[in-house]
């Protein structure tokens, strides 16, 4: 395995509360359910939060060097979409910190300044989170036919890095 059994555990955490983000995300934007969704929602993106800082510190302390024999291209890519991908996770964590605390009732351990959540700058953030969802979908979709490729059509060991099953032959 490249990775630690923490950051597979990370990863795939991580992909799960992207996913009950989404989720939520769309039950309150299209009203599919009360108002307990909201506050769901900033629990789950709280979680995130916590998972996030705990993978990346997890990346920088256990960084893994293997030598690779994938493409320049591929590595190239593979690189700027995994830096893509946290930036962007980040980005959407914080500015969606930001619009919830903006709210009558936030449901966060410590909300920002709802003055400031509610200025211009509190509703361009609020504006890039939405925004920030499509950048996030197209990462996660790029990152998805990556691993597909490998898993399939390279048929190499790319794809079990980061699952807790070895690869055997």
Known sequence: ???????????WLTALLILAMVLTGLAFRFDWTGAWVIRAHQVIGQSLILV??????????????????HKLWERITSHATHAALYLCMIALVVTGYVSASGLNTPYLLWPVDQTFARSDMGETLLDWHYSLKWMLLAL????????????????????????????KD
């Open 1 to 11: 395995m490249k990775y630690s059994r923490a950051q597979i555990v990370y990863h």
């Open 52 to 69: 996030l800082g705990l993978r990346i510190a997890s990346r920088v302390m256990h960084r893994a060097h293997h030598p690779s024999a």
């Open 140 to 167: 996660v979709t790029l990152h998805i036919l990556g691993a597909l490729k490998h898993l399939l059509w390279d048929k190499d060991d790319t794809f079990t890095h980061m699952t807790p099953i070895s690869r």
